[in-house]
């Protein structure tokens, strides 16, 4: 378990490139496992968001999203989101919901079975965690997960969150 953990961080480093990091995104819309919509925008209205891919097959991304949750409610009072963004095929859609249910978590769940979403974030490996902030600019990219990645990840969470401040007092 241990070198899958391994392969799967030395992977991450090979492919942690960093896509349309001077560039604005386009104002995606995402399906939402509720049925409903929510466009990029409507995400980074009151701050920025963290996107993160994964799949129900997917250990790494499981354990990761533990802590995913718990910066969610850490930080959502000052506006931080985070959109999970399951890339699981249609055949195993029906597992997402009952997963997320199960783990009460609060963040919201959008679907991407056909992976053409993952494919213009460029995420290749799973979890992929895209961090973008208010202007809809990718401020930071990481791929796969290993315990201990929860602290860089927290790191830059609070990096984007203190930049926000400082944006919004110089308008």
Sequence with gaps: MKNLYLISFLFGLMLNAE??????LPNLSFKLLD????SLDELLQDGPAL???????CAPCKK????????QQKYSKDGFKILA??????RSMSKVKSYIRSKKYSFKVALDPNQQIAQKFNATLLPTAILINK???????????IPGDEVEIEKQI???LNNKTTEDTSE
């Design 64 to 71: 990761e999203m533990i802590h995913l949750e718990r910066f």
């Design 35 to 38: 049925g409903s919509k929510i």
């Design 51 to 57: 996107i993160d891919f994964w799949a129900t097959w």
């Design 85 to 90: 963004i399951s890339t699981d095929t249609p």
């Design 135 to 145: 202007n809809r600019e990718i401020v930071w990219f990481h791929q796969g997960y």
């Design 158 to 160: 609070l990096a984007v």
């Design 19 to 24: 896509p349309n990091k001077e560039s604005t």
